[in-house]
């Protein structure tokens, strides 16, 4: 039986090559969801096995809807992705540059091309659910003055001729996804851990929390703060750390229970080195 994984988007999206880098080619079945949330139910009603959910991007930033995401169905990190995200204008076979009037992608893919799109003020820019998905819609509505930011396999696969090639802004552009799962499952060799946590408000108490890291030779590889809902001045702060040695982990997480409140291990996993 095919291993199911849900993803944001549809067949040539960077979800599903994020999803083949992470499984391999075989034994695994894409299903393809309208949104972040819709990958979410699928997984929690065992609809699917997997999700592949995007996190951060070198140019954007974090997907901070994706961290609510994370907090309300509190799934485990099993493991990350990293991929590097070559964007590319796409239209119908024979459009010219001097057709386009329309150009579609994810919000996120459009922010990546912000200085390649300054470049032509006169487009109308038009945010849509997927990379892929835009690039479909292209060619199933034949839509002559309409282009779509996307990779080179949502051109190959839905038949569009690539107008200009690599338009992200930064070619050192890339996004980072995480695995999730239902169930903890344990990872062999893991050096690295996404957690989340409270702290008080007092002067310095989440310096505390950090210098417990610090003591123990666990290097602090991200941290991201988002607003506790309904009360002011609370944040529900998501780190991810790395370390070389299992005991000074362990021991950094003895250390900071005592300065914390709510405090999660969102997974344990093995860091992904290859971008």
């Known amino acids: 039986m095919k291993t199911k994984i849900a993803i944001q988007g549809v067949k040539a999206s ?44 070198a140019i954007a930033g974090s997907i901070l809807p994706n961290y609510n995401l994370l907090r309300d169905y509190k799934f485990h990190i099993i493991g990350e992705v990293h991929l590097n995200i070559q964007q590319n204008l796409l239209a119908l076979p024979g459009a010219k540059l001097a057709d386009i009037k329309f150009v579609e992608s994810h919000p996120i893919a459009i922010r990546q091309c912000d200085e390649f799109l300054s470049e032509h003020p006169d487009w109308t820019i038009k945010e849509g659910m997927d990379t892929a998905a835009c690039a479909k819609s292209i060619i199933e509505n034949k839509l002559t003055n309409t282009a779509a930011i996307a990779s080179i396999a949502a051109a190959e696969l839905y038949g569009l001729e690539i107008l200009e090639k690599r338009i992200e802004t930064n070619k050192k552009n890339a996004t980072r996804f995480l695995i999730l799962s239902n169930e903890i499952i344990e990872q062999k060799n893991a050096n690295k851990a996404s957690l989340s946590f409270q702290t008080g408000n007092a002067v310095g108490a989440l310096a505390n929390v950090l210098q417990c890291f610090a003591e123990q030779n666990v290097n602090l590889s991200k941290i991201q703060s988002m607003p506790v809902i309904g009360r002011r001045n609370e944040y529900d702060f998501y780190v991810d750390v790395e370390w070389k040695k299992q005991s000074d982990y362990d021991a950094a997480i003895r250390k900071v229970l005592k300065h914390t409140i709510n405090f999660t291990i969102m997974g344990e996993y093995v860091k992904n080195e290859k971008v």
């Open 14 to 57: 960077f979800h599903e090559e994020a999803a083949h880098k992470y499984f391999g080619d075989e034994d695994i079945e894409i299903l393809e969801c309208e949104s972040f949330k819709k990958t979410c139910e699928m997984l929690k009603h065992g609809k699917a096995d997997y999700v592949v959910m995007a996190i951060e991007n």
